[in-house]
């Protein structure tokens, strides 16, 4: 059995390549083959047992094996936040319940590297600071929000963390509305050089509140706007933590 993350490095290195080789080879029964390697003693071999369970030894599309390999890919760099329990922690229903969400959502992605990214979010999700710990039993539902939204969204969920920085540290619990206000004007400055139209901004704004990511706050100051809710701002922590690799890859 694998111990701690550090005792465990040597032992999957060479599965892992063994993997990406037969990945690239549609005659090979990827998800019979990819099991056999190495038992089922390491963690990440336990992504393709529940892979294989799901699916019934049909793990053959592409999108399928890039993602799969994109997940496993990433839990081993982030080996070295794994805890004690990882081995039996993704034994649990919410990862179970994420994994199957990711593969559903990994046949339906608009290319290979949305795939990957989302199981990329999918590996960090597994792993959320102290203060998130609970965020991890709905992992499955960011996946999904995740997979539905288009890049205006993405970028309008960062334009409003960036916008409303400052009452975000002020007031992390979202409680005082009239923090966020005197930001307005740094939120139209920064939507006006993004060239996002007026009627755009409230359109992605309710877009993102139907999600739960963003929420219409009325002050008592300036009346409506929108600003992130904590469940956008963790999503969107995710997605900056997945995206990191890619970026520095390029």
């Known amino acids: 059995m694998c111990g701690k993350a550090g005792e465990f490095s040597l032992a999957i290195d060479d599965p892992l390549a063994k993997i990406r080789e037969l990945a690239n080879d549609e005659r090979v029964d990827f998800a019979g083959a990819a099991l056999q390697l190495g038992g089922m003693f390491a963690p ?51 990862f179970r319940r994420a994994v199957t969400v990711l593969m559903d959502e990994a046949m339906h992605a608009a290319n290979d590297d949305h795939a990957r990214l989302l199981a990329r979010v999918t590996a960090h999700g597994c792993f959320p600071d102290e203060r998130y710990l609970h965020r991890k039993e709905d992992l499955a ?8 939204l288009g890049e205006d969204d993405v970028q309008m969920l960062r334009l409003l963390r960036d ?9 992390p619990n979202l409680l005082d509305a009239n923090l966020f206000t005197p930001h307005n ?12 139209h007026v009627d755009d901004r409230l359109a992605l ?6 999600f739960g990511l963003a929420f219409e706050g009325i002050s008592q100051v300036e009346g409506h706007f929108f600003r992130l809710t904590r469940r956008g701002l963790y999503l969107l922590s995710l997605l900056d933590a997945a995206e990191l690799p890619i970026k520095e890859r390029n």
């Open 163 to 171: 916008a409303y920085k400052d009452a975000f540290k002020k007031d």
């Open 44 to 94: 990440v071999f336990k992504v393709y047992a529940i892979a294989k369970g799901i699916f019934d030894n049909q793990l053959k599309g592409n999108p399928l094996k890039i993602a799969v390999l994109a997940l496993c890919d990433e839990l081993e760099r982030l080996k070295s936040h794994w805890p004690s329990d990882f081995e039996s922690a993704i034994d649990a229903v919410w």
């Open 205 to 210: 704004g309710a877009r993102l509140s139907g």
């Open 141 to 148: 539902s960011y996946i999904r929000d995740l997979a539905r």
């Open 185 to 196: 004007e740094t939120f139209k400055h920064m939507a006006e050089e993004l060239n996002i």
